[in-house]
């Protein structure tokens, strides 16, 4: 006869399949909506500036659905919303790529954007609600899948984009994609499990912890999305490194992040999150130091892959702590987390340009670095210790 804590676990073990093919899927979505986006750019006659814009509606999409995921997550609860947001994903996907002109566009990749914010923010705590009822984390692998996801829809959406034009090649990953997801997402715990009723179902303001991991959040986001950007720039530009060479520098650093969050679970059980977290902040700023005070395009692409391995855990484990709360509050504290995390993404090209503008890349990337002491420094107060 199985006692109830047994049940638990096993049915914690069977969600976490499920919330890995949810988190496989949402990487895997934005992965082959990156290769259509030259496509789209060139079918529509869109200037760079244009193309910013209708991307910024993206944003603009999921950043408004994430403020409002919380009381959503409060009331039905995120096993819902991942089941409705996962199949809204898939079909959006086709979309853009036929879409005829800029307005009809702008407003799919608004919708776009609000389905993908939204899953997001419950596929995270869903994983944090299934790593409680474990026991042990898994949140960093769960993440490490999205890097996977993004990988694959890139490298086969890239393939499938030879022989089929950009709505049928989306249509037929969004088809595979949503029976891997219909086949386990019976599995997710029940909604009950992480629902809070109509007392926790209205807007929230954030408390003084939270907002602590969203700042923490905010800045991670911000370096990551810094490599994203302006890595190849610096290489060519200030390093000299040929074409071929200045692209390595993000593939380095996205294959370190994904390779550390499929360690970070066990880094994390082993070492505690407050740990882990400073030496993965101190690791990146090290590897940004490298990559500044290298003197060469070989150095600089070392240091932007640990400055990847450094980051790797620090957002997975600022979402675990977020999900820690036992008193219905997780949810909201995740969504406001994700969106401060998010608004970081938005904000940062801005801060980093303007920086790079004023002064350099180089001087850009050492605020980077700033930024990553200032992690390492602030994790003791923002991630919780485990208790006992």
Known sequence: MRHGRDVEVEDARSARWATVAAF??????????????????????????????????????????MIASGPLLGRIGSAP???????????????????????????????????????????????????????????SSLHGMWSLGGLVGAGLGGLLLQVLPPAA????????????????????????????????????????????????????????????????????????????????????????????????DWLRHHLGGVTLVRIGSVLAAAGLALTLLGGGPVTAIIGFGLTGLGLSNVVPVLF???????????????????????AGVLAGPALFGFVAEASSVGTAFAMIAAFAVIIALASGRAVPRPRG
């Not at 389905?115 to 609600?129: I, K």
């Open 81 to 139: 919303v991942i089941r409705v947001t996962a199949l809204l994903f898939c079909v959006l996907l086709p979309l853009p790529g036929l879409m005829p002109d800029l307005l009809s566009l702008s407003a799919v990749l608004f919708l776009f954007g609000a389905a993908g914010g939204t899953m997001d923010v419950a596929m995270n705590a869903h994983g944090a609600l299934v790593e409680r009822r474990l026991g042990r984390p898994i949140m």
């Open 24 to 65: 496989l899927l949402n990487g895997t979505v934005f992965g082959v909506w990156a290769t259509q986006i030259p496509l789209i750019k060139e079918s529509l006659g869109l200037s760079a500036a244009v193309l910013g814009g209708a991307l910024l509606c993206l944003a603009a999409g999921a950043l408004t659905a």
């Open 169 to 264: 090649q989306a249509g037929l990953i969004a088809g595979l994609l949503l029976v891997l997801f219909l086949a386990l997402q019976s599995r997710f715990l029940p909604s009950a499990a992480d629902a809070t009723g109509p007392s926790g179902s209205g807007l929230a303001l954030p408390d003084r912890g939270t907002l602590l991991l969203g700042a923490l959040t905010f800045l991670s986001f911000m370096s990551e999305g810094a490599v994203l950007d302006w890595s190849a720039i610096y290489l060519r530009d200030s390093l000299a490194a040929a074409a071929g060479l200045a692209g390595l520098g993000f593939a380095v650093f996205s294959g370190a992040m994904a390779t550390g969050r499929f360690c970070g």
């Open 320 to 342: 675990s702590a977020a999900g820690a709360a036992e008193d219905g509050s997780a949810s909201r504290a995740i969504a406001a987390v994700a969106t401060l995390g998010y």
